[in-house]
């Protein structure tokens, strides 16, 4: 094993300054890195347990309505979400609509069809009706009657 018996010179105390300065740049990226990756993890917690209180709350669309108040979360000393009980009621009485049971469509027929018939519709039925009463037939249901035999 040889050992470096040299004097220092400049050239060893700049290539070892550079080396330092090297690993400190290293360093330094890595905190960045770490610290960014912690962030992450801290709003991918947050958005889970906002979420949850959301859909517990009848939210229709709780991760859509993280969003809207990402912006306003706070974070304690430990990291974990603090107000998501006061986002969930700000969002809540901002946005009621998104809350509770979802109303059925209404229909575009007006209602057509859903009103059933009393009596159901015979050959015997149609030859004691009037010509102006079987107008105001369906002519679908007036045409498959007079087809069976």
């Not at 060893?12 to 990226?29: L, P, R, Y």
């Not at 108040?69 to 304690?76: C, D, R, T, W």
Request: aromatic share 2%; hydrophobic share 40%; net charge negative.
């Amino acid at each position: 094993m040889t050992t470096n018996t040299q004097p220092p010179t400049e050239n060893n105390d700049a290539a070892a300054e550079n080396t330092v300065s090297a690993e400190t740049e290293t360093i330094t990226s890595l905190r960045a890195e770490i610290n960014g990756l912690q962030d992450e993890l801290r709003l991918i917690a947050a958005r889970e347990d906002l979420v949850q209180k959301l859909e517990t709350a009848g939210a229709r669309s709780p991760r859509l309505l993280f969003g809207t108040v990402q912006e306003k979360l706070q974070f304690g000393d430990t990291g974990k979400l603090e107000n998501a009980e006061a986002l969930v009621a700000m969002i809540k009485s901002e946005l009621p609509e998104q809350f509770g049971a979802q109303a059925a469509a209404a229909s575009i027929d007006g209602g057509s069809g859903t009103t059933a018939n009393i009596r159901p519709l015979t050959k015997e039925t149609l030859a004691k009706m009037s010509p102006e009463q079987i107008s105001r037939l369906d002519w679908a249901s007036v045409r498959q009657v007079l087809s069976q035999a």
